[in-house]
Structure formats: structure tokens, C-alpha cells
Nanobody
Framework: QVQLVESGGGSVQAGGSLRLSCTTS????????MGWFRQAPGKEREGVAA???????TYADSVKGRFTISKDNAKNTLYLQMNSLKPEDSAIYYC??????????????????WGRGTQVTVSS
């Protein structure tokens, strides 16, 4: 069973930065895709960013230019650098991993393994 553990969430003011980390018990190098997702109260879980085994990245339009996804295969860790944070970025952020080929890297339904999430709160 693959286990993922997120860390790095917290409370910041608008315009601030946070870096989320996600450590996986599996090899990040062997995952077909790893991604960050978020879910705000009363809203569906949405894809934020994803990175595949070749290092290709995909971002939601709402975070392009502000967030950067990366991974360190030596540490089996996925990262999400979040800059210029906005109140609407507030949510629980989850990391996820899949070893299966997928069509849409930002579709949460296509991921198999999930962390428990970390809270990000951005105040105005």
C-alpha cells in the first residue's frame, strides 16, 4: 500500500508564499503521474498541478505563473511552491499518485493513492 504524507501547510497573508511537500512510500521516479489537488469547503476537489515521469508539468489556469510543481526522485518527495497566494487559494491541499496511464493529469478521479491533506489558509 502506497502512503503519502503532506506537510508545509499553514496560514499566510495574501501575496505570501508557502511550499508544500509530499513524501511517498513509493518511488516518485516510477509513478506515471503525481499531482496536487485542493478542496475548499462546499466545493469539489480540483486539480492544481501535476508532473509525470518525464518531468512534464500541467497546471490549472488559476495557478499558472504562481505555483510550481517539482519532485526530488532521490528523496521520493513531491513539492508545490506557491507564490503570490490569494484568499481563493485557501483549501485543503492533497497530493496524489498513480502508476496507471491517465488521460487528464489534473482529474482527481484518475489517481489511486492519496495523502490526508494539509490546510492552506490565505487571509486578505
Amino acid at each position: 500500500q502506497v502512503q503519502l504524507v503532506e506537510s508545509g501547510g499553514g496560514s499566510v497573508q495574501a501575496g505570501g508564499s508557502l511550499r508544500l511537500s509530499c513524501t511517498t512510500s513509493a518511488y516518485t521516479s516510477s509513478a506515471y503521474s503525481m499531482g496536487w489537488f485542493r478542496q475548499a469547503p462546499g466545493k469539489e476537489r480540483e486539480g492544481v498541478a501535476a508532473i509525470d515521469s518525464n518531468g512534464s508539468t500541467t497546471y490549472a489556469d488559476s495557478v499558472k505563473g504562481r505555483f510550481t510543481i517539482s519532485k526530488d526522485n532521490a528523496k521520493n518527495t513531491l513539492y508545490l511552491q506557491m507564490n503570490s497566494l490569494k484568499p481563493e487559494d485557501s483549501a485543503i491541499y492533497y497530493c496524489a499518485e498513480t502508476f496507471a496511464v491517465l488521460a487528464d493529469p489534473t482529474d482527481p478521479h484518475e489517481y489511486t493513492y492519496w495523502g490526508r491533506g494539509t490546510q492552506v489558509t490565505v487571509s486578505s
